[in-house]
């Protein structure tokens, strides 16, 4: 079903930066949803929240609790957003799917999160190629609770609108932080535990296990320029997971201008996403088992 779309107006005293309209916004059409989409996401959110307790961040997990997202039905994001609102100045915005690159960026440079409002079908579970409600809203929105993570996900959206202007290359060194923080991050905590927060994790089944306890994957600590030049998959599981120490490191490491940076790496060879390298921190060796050879991206 398609809502019309509908065009936002920031005003400039409470937003930093201000997109003249945000592209691709509808209203969450929430009376549309099934029995059967409430209850995948009764589901899901069950299996997950049972899962990820000591294997997701603490930061997370609060955060997902102080929200209110419930297993009974799909949240109203009007609801969640009242909270948000409160605690980061966030909000969510309902979105049809995936948004051109720079729309996305300044979305999140004007702290919206877009989220894609149609969840999965009942068989589509434990896999699907394209970002649905839950990962969105489960994945991604509780860590905006957190005002550390909110402000890295908008100095992102900054960082991403910068780049546009630099190159395509750039964008591709940018998108790599992205999926290696945001999508499949690791944290360790205080007890030198490894823990989720990204959410291509958090909303898999499978790779929560995997990430943390097969012995395939390598785990690295994070280091900004490493992963920059570090090619990822899209089609498996990760053969390589970043790990950082808090967000305030991740806030920190990634507050420089990139501009030298990208400059420096513009013509750098990448690296194999499986790849340990001579200067890496390395928390765990992958065995490699079980990994296909091409299709790193
Ligand atoms: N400091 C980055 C830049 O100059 C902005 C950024 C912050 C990008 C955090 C990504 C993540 O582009
Ligand atoms: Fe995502």
Redesign the pocket.
Known sequence: MNAAPQRLEHSLTDKGYVPVYAAGVIEQPWADYSSTDHRVWAQLYDRQRKLLVGRASDEFLVAQEQMGMTPDRIPRFDELNERLWRATRWQLVAVEGLLPELAFFEHLAAREFPVTWWIRKPEQLDYLAEPDLFHDLFGHVPLLMNPVFAN?MR??G???V??TGVGDWALQH?AR??WYTVEFGLIRNRDGELRIYGSGILSSKGESLHCLESAAPNRIGFDLERVMRTRYRIDSYQKTYFVIDSFEQL?EA??????PLYARIHDAPSYAAGAVLPGDDVIQRGTGEGWLADGDV
């Open positions: 890295y100095a992102y900054l960082g991403g910068k780049a940018l932080l992205y806030f990634t507050r420089p201008d990139f501009r």
